[in-house]
């Protein structure tokens, strides 16, 4: 990754793209989420503090591990005045993002434990299969048409 002199204090969007490895379609998107903010040029170009590379990072790794970008927002809205993440930041958010892992985690190892009868099947029965209804949560919520009285 270039590095950018210290006496930059203020990205382009190439710039900030190229040292955080997101691509610019992604920054514009993280832009629009509220994630980061820029202001803009008497030309109308975007200009991002040099800290926006600290907040990219610290959505690419929540990312990463599956939180999402509402949960990322929220948490970095939740940071005085909207300052950057700092190590302690992550380390608070990271350890109450974990539970939520684990339980994901949990699930994903029940549905590759149950993928083996699944191969070949593709049934994708409601009553039967753990892809198709992942703890029979169609079963606990409603009776009769489940996913049409659902998609209303
Ligand atoms: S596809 Fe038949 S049990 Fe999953």
Known sequence: MPQIPETVHE??????????GAAVSALHFYEAKGLISSRRTTGNQRRYSRDTLRRVAFVRAAQRVGIPLATIRDALAQLPEERTPTREDWSR????????????IRQL??????LT????CGCLSL????LSNPDDVFGERL??????AEGR
């Open 11 to 20: 990205l382009t969007v190439g710039q900030l793209s190229s040292r955080s």
């Open 143 to 148: 009776t009769g048409s489940r996913l049409l």
């Open 117 to 120: 009868d699944c191969i070949g």
């Open 127 to 130: 009553e039967n299969c753990v």
């Open 109 to 114: 190892n029940r549905l590759r434990d149950h």
């Open 93 to 104: 958010l990271s350890e109450t993002w974990r539970s939520e892992l684990d339980e994901r």
